[in-house]
């Protein structure tokens, strides 16, 4: 269900992620504490509309409550990782 960035360990990100990296971070630094929130809260469900789609590419007959059971399992995964 996840998809391979293409980046491994052994790889470093170029110039160019590195520097859009930078602005990322001065945006956010720019942020008040609300806009920060906020925008956290819309990467989560971006993040989460993104593992939807792909679990419905990889079970094309799944229902709505299938793939909601299935994006539980992969946040509650990824928390005890301690990625959340």
Known sequence: MTRDS??????????????EFRELVR???????????RAGIKMFEDGCEEIRNQIRASFPG????????LLR????????????
Request: glycine share 6%; charged share 25%; hydrophobic share 40%.
């Open 27 to 37: 945006a956010a630094r720019r942020m008040s504490p609300d806009e920060r929130i």
């Open 73 to 84: 399992h992969v946040v509650r995964f990824a928390e005890r990782r301690g990625l959340l």
């Open 6 to 19: 293409g980046l491994h360990s052994s790889q470093q990100p170029g110039p160019q992620a590195e520097a």
């Open 62 to 69: 799944a229902n709505h409550a299938v793939v909601d059971c």
